[in-house]
């Protein structure tokens, strides 16, 4: 299954990225920046082999994934021969002993769908639908329902997943970065090992066709793509049905597969944490106004 890339609108410069000016258009907050106690969560319901399972949308992945607890759950037997490399976000890769065949069936639907997912060790969760599978039964468009949306407050050290922008991309646009230690992130990647940013670009102009938003992007030294696009504004602003003309796919090749899902695990290290969990424990004791978010970064 295809990979998807993407194409900045004609009259363009060659980069859909555009230095911080005045704003305009949306401006897309990232949850990294907001309480860090809640998070929006995407999922997909839906049954394999009759057995209820939460997935995870990805179109960031090159095919579907199973993880292991899984396929052993269900009693699956990986198709012998079929070993293959994955190559996660940060460019290392990790080998899949295999693929199986399952039949899968959206929730509230009679129809199945034949799909081969692939065994990824130490995967976070139990099935991954990727890009190809998600755009031909059309839940990115038609059927973008499917994918349901809910904000949950959730454990200190997790969250959802974030904008990226590789480092070299981010040096020959010029982009400013900003290295400051508060964005230096702890990301988990696809196959559970983890990666650190380097900082974040503030406040650039996103475009793809006439749709502009300006984002902030955390940067990644070794991301595989130039730009890796959060959930939140793929799904949010129902990227793929309000800008189809400017996506093509792009074959990741017969021997290798491409999982770029990454999730925000920790914003901050040691005693920055601490304090962030303080802050937010004072702010729910004491009522809003009483504290600044300056007690935080003056302790960088």
């Known amino acids: ?37 809640n998070i929006t969560r995407y999922a997909v319901l839906g049954e394999i082999d009759g057995t209820p399972v939460e997935a995870l949308p990805d179109t960031g992945a090159s095919e579907c994934f199973i993880s292991a607890s899984m396929v052993q759950k269900l009693g699956l037997s990986q198709a012998p021969g079929t070993e293959k490399t994955v190559t996660v976000a940060n460019g ?12 899968w069936k959206f929730a509230k639907e009679r129809k199945t769908h034949p799909v081969k997912c692939w065994i990824l060790p130490g995967c976070a969760y139990d099935v991954i639908l990727g890009s190809g599978f998600l755009k031909a039964t059309q839940t990115l468009t038609k059927w973008v329902n499917r994918i349901k949306r809910t904000v949950v407050s959730l454990p200190r050290d997790t969250g959802s997943d974030v904008m990226l922008v590789s480092l070299k991309y981010a040096r020959a646009l010029g982009l400013s970065i900003d290295d400051s230690a508060s964005h230096k992130l702890e990301l988990e990647l696809g196959d559970e090992s983890t990666a650190y940013t380097c900082g974040l670009v503030h406040d650039v102009q996103w475009n793809v066709g006439d749709r502009a938003t300006r984002c902030d992007f955390y940067v990644l030294e070794d991301l595989n793509v130039d730009v890796v696009l959060s959930s939140e504004y793929v799904f949010d602003l129902d990227i793929y049905s309000e800008c189809s003309g400017y996506l093509f796919d792009v074959d990741a090749g017969q021997d290798l597969l491409e999982l770029c899902h990454i999730r925000l695990i920790s914003r901050y290290g040691g005693r920055l944490n601490k304090l962030e969990e303080q802050f937010f424990e004072d702010l729910e004791e004491e009522g809003p106004g009483i504290h600044s978010l300056d007690l935080i970064a003056g302790e960088r």
């Open 1 to 37: 299954m295809p990979n998807v890339e993407w194409l900045p609108a004609k009259e363009a410069p060659p980069s859909a990225f555009h230095p911080p000016t005045r704003r305009s258009g949306n401006r897309l907050l990232h949850a990294a920046h907001k309480n860090p106690k």
């Open 92 to 103: 290392t890769q990790t080998l899949s002993p295999g693929c199986v065949h399952v039949k």
